[in-house]
Nanobody, 125 residues
Framework: QVQLVESGGGLVQAGDSLRLTCAAS????????MGWFRQPPGKERVFVAA????????NYADSVKGRFTISRDNAKNTVYLQMNSLKPEDTALYYC??????????????????WGQGTQVTVSS
């Protein structure tokens, strides 16, 4: 079992930055691919970014490329999402997720095994 707790959300203006943090506990953090997802109001949850076990590979949704950066610190059991140049359409509930993986460098497809409760990000225009 892995427990994930997100923090760092808030209300900001368009163009501002936020850094989301996800703290993990329960299992060996470096065994897990980590991802961020978001669910806008009234819409389905969608992929935002993912990072491989030792941060060699990252993936991003097209909508956030060049503005968001995912990173991790395995010594601190933490994954981050740095969000710059925020837009109103980035408004959503942001979730952290973990996926057990045997790949050291790749991000395999497939579902995520554990999810946090989410942190709200609201961007005003």
């Amino acid at each position: 079992q892995v427990q994930l707790v997100e923090s760092g959300g808030g209300l900001v203006q368009a163009g501002d930055s936020l850094r989301l943090t996800c703290a993990a506990s329960g299992r060996t953090f470096s065994n897990y691919v980590m991802g961020w997802f978001r669910q806008p109001p009234g819409k389905e949850r969608v992929f935002v970014a993912a990072i491989s076990r030792f941060a060699r590979t990252t993936n991003y949704a097209d909508s956030v490329k060049g503005r968001f950066t995912i990173s991790r610190d395995n010594a601190k059991n933490t994954v981050y999402l740095q969000m710059n140049s925020l837009k109103p359409e980035d408004t959503a509930l942001y979730y952290c997720a973990a996926k057990l993986s045997s790949y050291r460098a790749a991000i395999p497809p497939g579902r995520y095994d554990y999810w946090g409760q989410g942190t709200q990000v609201t961007v005003s225009s």
